[in-house]
Nanobody
Framework: QVQLVETGGGLVQAGGSLTLSCKASGGTFNIYRYTMGWFRQAPGKEREFVAAISKTSRSSDYIESVKDRFTISRDNAKNLVVLQMNRLKVEDTAVYFC????????????????????WGQGTQVTVSS
């Protein structure tokens, strides 16, 4: 049973920072074969792509609104993916989800939620003005 568990959410003032972590586990899960991504969903809105990182960390992708503020990284040896969020804005308020996309032979980083095979339960990020 593959599990993705997000931690690090909370309440922060605009301009502040938060670090989200995603720990992957499960007997058959080999993180080296997965592109890892973060998505978010604000109340009343569709789930949207935030950032993703390739299996070897060689490439990453970000939604335009978080570029230069958020950084995604991974430590495969620890089965860990991190989203560092700086200069947070009120519009970043959402539930943030970690996701894993099985891409053993594909170096590309995908943005489509339906490409991702496993999902965490999410962690709430609230940014106050």
């Amino acid at each position: 049973q593959v599990q993705l568990v997000e931690t690090g959410g909370g309440l922060v003032q605009a301009g502040g920072s938060l670090t989200l972590s995603c720990k992957a586990s499960g007997g058959t899960f080999n993180i080296y074969r997965y592109t890892m991504g973060w998505f978010r969903q604000a109340p009343g809105k569709e789930r949207e792509f935030v950032a993703a990182i390739s299996k070897t960390s060689r490439s990453s992708d970000y939604i335009e609104s978080v570029k230069d503020r958020f950084t995604i990284s991974r430590d495969n040896a620890k089965n860990l993916v991190v989203l560092q969020m700086n200069r947070l804005k009120v519009e970043d308020t959402a539930v943030y989800f970690c996701a894993a996309d099985y891409t053993p032979d594909n170096p590309a980083v995908g943005r489509a939620a339906n490409e991702y095979d496993y999902w965490g339960q999410g962690t709430q990020v609230t940014v106050s003005s």
